[in-house]
């Protein structure tokens, strides 16, 4: 059997986005407690593509101050693996 703990917080937010939020859980059948799981995903899985994103800029940027060609890249990852 799964040991589930859980942890209760306390937010604060406007009574505004509260009836949004309580009318998205609504919608889709789910408790707050499990919207709220889904959005902190959500936020973890945008940050992490954000990051990927600016480190995809800094290596095409170093590649390019560097004269690498594409092919140059698909070399040096292949005899380093």
Do not use: H
């Not at 707050?32 to 995903?41: C, D, G, I, T, V």
């Amino acid at each position: 059997m799964e040991n589930r703990q859980r942890v209760v917080m306390t937010i604060s937010v406007p009574p505004d986005i509260a009836r949004e939020c309580k009318e998205i859980a609504r919608a889709k059948g789910e408790t707050m407690s499990k919207l709220f799981r889904e959005m902190l995903l959500s936020y973890k899985q945008e940050k992490l593509k954000d990051e990927f994103y600016a480190l995809q800029r800094y290596g095409a940027r170093k590649a390019k101050a560097l004269k690498f060609t594409e092919k140059d890249i698909e070399k040096m990852i292949f005899d380093n693996r």
